[in-house]
């Protein structure tokens, strides 16, 4: 697109005057007989360059650079004032106030002109590459930006899933470590005191055996859902692997409110589930045994694994007493 040039001259001759000499400048010239027609024009078209007679009627040259400059699309257009009267400081100094980048006396000098006019052509044509280059850093930086976004989506989808169960979307065997592990060190820091408790699910087989896998896998997400609402929000759950689920209960000083705890959980996955499995509704009900061990505060480097141990096999004396119980861990 050829860049546009505004001859703003009350004058017929001297219009046609500048058009001759701007011919073979290499750009689209546009005329205004006056300063209202000028303005009206750089609201619809953006100029390379303005060529402004100061003489003129109603509204003179210097008006309409003043108008131009409090435009904020407009005010970095370069005006350069035509004028005869170029010797006199006063009205040159009026004319940079007003927003001229240069002056042009007449009469009009063709080369001065010419040469002028180049100048600022070349002018426009850098700045104008300048802002297409912008623009295409300004787009890149904006993809980059998407782009790490994107990447940090998807690394910490990998996070989460490296460290939660796919089925179930609780805290896995790894997490559920790394949790223990940390209620350790607080109970060591701020003698706190919190609970293990492990759960088998009773009945779990006979559902798998008679409705099949994805009625088990149903069934999973249910009792995971049930436990993470019955559970505080401090306090953890974690699918260990197949039924088995564990518990780190925070800030249990005495024993007797864990055992209440769970046997609240018990009775609550003990209630009959209706699962939706392949367009078909399932009635289920199935038990839990749940074995509950509180932390006792030790210099033991392997506490954790201690921990769960005791829990492990207070949940097997559940199981032996019955199912669908709790056992404290004496």
């Known amino acids: 697109m050829l860049p546009k040039i505004l001859v703003v001259d009350d004058t017929h001759a001297n219009l046609v005057a500048m058009r001759r000499l701007l011919a073979q400048s290499g ?21 390379a360059l303005i060529l402004l007679d100061v003489n003129m009627p109603d509204m003179d040259g210097f008006e309409v650079a003043q108008l131009l400059g409090e435009a904020e699309q407009l005010r970095e257009t370069p005006i350069i004032f035509v004028t005869a009267a170029y010797a006199d400081d006063l009205n040159r100094l009026r004319g940079y106030r007003s927003g001229a980048v240069d002056y042009i006396a007449k009469p009009i000098n063709d080369v001065i002109l010419q040469s002028k006019v180049r100048v600022f052509l070349e002018l426009h044509a850098a700045r104008t590459e300048l802002q297409l280059t912008m623009a295409e850093l300004a787009e890149r930086n904006q993809q980059l930006i998407r782009e790490m976004a994107e990447r940090e989506l998807v690394e910490a989808k990998v996070r989460h899933q490296a460290s939660h169960d796919m089925l179930t979307g609780l805290p896995n065997r790894m997490l559920f470590h790394d949790r223990l592990l940390g209620a350790i060190q607080r109970a060591h820091r701020h003698h706190d005191h919190f609970a293990l408790a492990c759960i088998d699910i009773d009945g779990f087989k006979g559902v798998n055996d008679t409705h099949g896998h994805p009625a088990g896998d149903a069934l999973l997400q249910e009792i995971a859902a049930r436990l993470s609402a019955h559970l505080r929000s401090n306090d953890t759950v974690a699918r260990l692997g197949g039924d088995e689920f564990a518990l780190i209960l925070e800030e249990i000083g005495d024993a007797q409110l864990a055992m209440q705890l769970c046997q609240k959980l018990c ?64």
């Open 27 to 47: 750009s689209q010239i546009l005329e205004a007989r006056n300063g209202n027609e000028a303005l009206a024009l750089c609201l619809d078209h953006q100029f």
């Open 267 to 330: 009775s609550a996955l003990g209630e009959p589930y209706t699962l939706r499995v392949n367009e078909r509704l399932i009635d289920v009900r199935i038990g839990a045994s749940i074995g509950i061990a509180p932390y006792l505060p030790n210099d033991r480097s392997d506490a954790d694994e201690q921990l769960i141990q005791t829990a492990d096999h207070a949940m097997y004396e559940a199981k032996r007493a019955g199912k669908n119980c709790c056992v404290l861990a004496g």
